[in-house]
């Protein structure tokens, strides 16, 4: 589809042939790309890492070889609105055409098992996926969202609570403090003995999260149900049996 209102947003030319390639192949390798937008190797890496910072897609690496694919296209108007950009005409036609790339975004050649996202951006686009989902599970919860990024985290939980996405919290030990603050659904503290690193696991949908949010951050995904399911069961099995109220 033609996406050249994003050039508006500051993407070139190449990023938005890299960027329409993968909305319409799916999950694919550098080499897939180069033979749809026939751009050069080298330019390609470069605007890979350049679409990557923005958050607007993410990739694994298996065996050395690297697959991308992008985020969710919400992440365009959040884009936007975090970067306060004065583009309220660019963002009500950019809003028009989410829709059709929803569509192809959520088309079977879009499945993928695993993802990695990179970066403040890369995080970001991760939060924004939440909010695709009814429920969330946390799993060594600290709060180290609404630190790193407050005016981010303020602005995602608005729409949290008006899109009723329910959130649930297994706090750290070390940061209690914080289940007096109203940003979740329901909270509980875990016991010293599950305190550590800043990492974060976070259950949706089908999805599990292993969030790293020490000095560089960056969030794992992997995507299947079975996973999932399980997980949501050791989240059960903490929120009843080890974890208490504050």
């Known amino acids: 589809m033609n996406l050249d209102i994003l050039k508006k947003l500051g993407l070139s030319e190449g990023e938005i042939k890299v960027y329409n390639s993968l909305l319409e192949i799916g999950a694919t390798s550098i080499n897939k790309i180069h033979e749809k937008v026939g ?17 607007l897609i993410s990739y694994i690496e298996i065996g ?117 603050k109203s940003w979740f659904t329901g909270a509980k503290i875990l016991p010293k003995e599950f305190s550590g690193n800043p990492t974060v696991t976070v259950i949706y949908g089908d999805k599990v999260g292993q969030m790293l949010l020490g000095e560089n951050v960056s969030v794992f995904i992997i995507k299947s149900k079975e996973l999932a399911e399980n997980y949501k069961k050791y989240f059960k099995y903490l929120w009843e049996n080890i974890a208490k109220n504050h």
């Open 39 to 55: 751009i050069d190797r080298r330019n390609i890496y470069d605007i890979l890492n350049k679409l990557i910072e923005r958050g």
């Open 64 to 180: 050395g070889k690297k697959t991308f694919n992008i985020s969710n296209p919400n992440k365009i108007i959040s884009y936007i609105e975090e970067k306060k950009l004065s583009l309220d005409e660019i963002k009500n036609e950019i809003s028009k055409a989410i829709p059709q790339m929803q569509e192809i975004f959520r088309s079977e050649k879009q499945e993928m098992f695993a993802e990695i996202f990179k970066g403040a951006e890369g995080v970001k686009a991760v939060w924004e996926d939440l909010l695709n989902y009814d429920s969330i599970y946390w799993i060594g919860s600290g709060g180290y969202i609404p630190e790193k990024y407050p005016a981010f985290f303020k602005d995602w939980n608005k729409r949290r609570i008006k899109k009723k996405v329910k959130s649930y919290h297994l706090y750290r030990y070390e940061k209690w403090y914080i289940t007096s």
